[in-house]
């Protein structure tokens, strides 16, 4: 019989990622939500600037 662990069933739910996240100390969890926002708002941010500089008329 295989041991590897399923990780995703039919709810989409990646039961890796849990055991990870289950693994790790409640600071160290709190540190990863915090790198996932930083790069979400980084993401934002960078995407607004990009859509405004296609959008402006060029100035002479």
Do not use: C, W
């Amino acid at each position: 019989m295989d041991n590897k662990i399923e990780t995703h069933n039919s709810s989409g739910v990646d039961k890796g990622l849990v055991t990870m996240f289950l693994k790790m100390s409640a600071e160290e969890r709190l540190k990863a939500n915090d790198n996932a926002v930083h790069a979400i708002l980084e993401l934002k941010n960078a995407y607004k600037r990009q859509k405004n500089n296609t959008f402006r008329p060029k100035q002479k």
